[in-house]
């Protein structure tokens, strides 16, 4: 079964700080890939995703994510923090024997930017 | 426009009574998703609908577990004789069903069954 893993539980920064975090998903097929974003007392919202085309993803509030096929990973990026980024992320991917429909989640990565 | 909407915010409840989540998704998106949320783990799915009909039930974690959609709009997710295990944020997505897709999240109901 598919299934995903985001190695940092949790991360603490400061603000201006680079951020990069850890997504590694276990199927080699063709897959779509996300990053959600949960602000403190929000819901999930999409950060960016990842269908095909250029692996280099841009999304909103600054972020980028790599998607590096042969490394099966999809690490989310951001160059320098900003206290309002602090929330809970997860990295999630849908296809190979899961199907397009149902999304496949890490355990997430919560972030402290300290101001 | 309007987003996925949950009811109730909270819910707590008596271990052993039956419970019912109502999600309403946003308008014209065909599939809606249910998923659970437990303390320090993500999100695990539990059934998806296209149209009315639930192609993937798979998720569901016991025959306690239930979900209906009518009208391809509201659906309910009722879980019978609840348990301690059953405590958790129970969250709603809706899409509009085609692929590839973007799963659109409401803010979730949070059980607590003592």
């Known amino acids: 079964a598919q299934s995903v893993s985001q190695h940092n539980h949790h991360v603490i920064l400061s603000e201006a700080a680079s951020l990069e975090l850890g997504c590694n998903y276990s199927y080699g097929g063709t897959v779509n890939l996300f990053w959600y974003v949960q602000y403190p007392g929000q819901h999930l919202q999409l950060l960016l995703k990842y269908f095909s085309g250029d692996p280099l993803v841009k999304g909103i509030k600054g972020f980028e994510a790599e998607f590096i096929k042969s490394k099966f990973s999809f690490n989310l990026r951001k160059p320098s923090v900003q206290w309002s980024d602090t929330a809970e992320y997860f990295c999630?991917?849908?296809?190979?024997?899961?199907?397009?429909?149902?999304?496949?989640f890490g355990t997430g990565t919560r972030l402290l930017v300290s101001p | 426009g309007a987003g996925v909407s949950q009811s109730p915010s909270n819910k707590v409840t008596e271990k052993g009574k039956d419970v019912e989540l109502r999600c309403d998704p946003i308008s014209g998106h065909t599939a809606l998703y249910w998923y659970r949320q437990r303390l320090g783990q993500g999100l695990e799915f539990l059934i998806y609908?296209?149209?009315?009909?639930?192609?993937?039930k798979s998720g569901l974690p016991s025959d306690r577990f239930s979900a209906e959609r009518t009208g391809e709009s509201v659906s309910t997710l009722t879980i019978q004789r609840t348990q301690q295990e059953d405590s958790a944020v129970y969250l709603c997505?809706?899409?509009?069903?085609?692929?590839?897709?973007?799963?659109?999240f409401g803010p979730g109901t949070r059980l607590t069954v003592l």
């Open positions: 999630a991917v849908n296809g190979g024997y899961t199907g397009f429909q149902k999304l496949v």
């Open positions: 997505a809706s899409s509009l069903g085609q692929l590839p897709d973007e799963q659109f």
């Open positions: 609908f296209q149209g009315n009909s639930a192609p993937d």
